[in-house]
C-alpha cells in the first residue's frame, strides 16, 4: 500500500451547491498535510469524506486501500484516531 489515503475525481453537492469539485490528493504513510483556506473552501468537507461521516458525490475515496463508507468502514475506524475542532464531553466525565 503505497498511499494512506487517496481520494480521485472527489465531487460533494448540498443541495446543487458545489463544495468540492475534482479533488485529487494523494497522502502516503508517514506525511503530514496541512489544509489551510478560507471559509467554505472545502478542509472540513474533505475530512468528514476521509472519515466516511459524509459521503461523495462523485469520485473515489479509499483509505488504507478501502472505502471509508459501508460496511468495512467499521473495521477500518477501529484503526483510526480523530479529534475534532471543537470537543464536549458528558457532564459526568
Not at 44 to 55: A, C, F, N, P
Request: neutral net charge; charged residues 20%; proline residues 2%.
Amino acid at each position: 500500500m503505497d498511499n494512506i489515503i487517496e481520494m480521485q475525481a472527489v465531487c460533494k453537492e448540498y443541495k446543487g451547491v458545489s463544495a468540492l469539485k475534482g479533488l485529487d490528493l494523494a497522502i502516503g504513510q508517514g506525511e503530514v498535510l496541512g489544509m489551510l483556506g478560507h471559509n467554505g473552501a472545502g478542509k472540513t468537507t474533505t475530512i468528514k469524506l476521509i472519515l466516511g461521516i459524509i459521503e461523495a458525490t462523485a469520485g473515489t475515496i479509499r483509505v488504507m486501500g478501502r472505502s471509508p463508507c459501508g460496511r468495512e468502514a467499521r473495521d477500518l475506524r477501529m484503526q483510526w484516531g480523530y479529534l475534532p475542532e471543537s470537543v464536549s464531553f458528558y457532564e459526568q466525565m
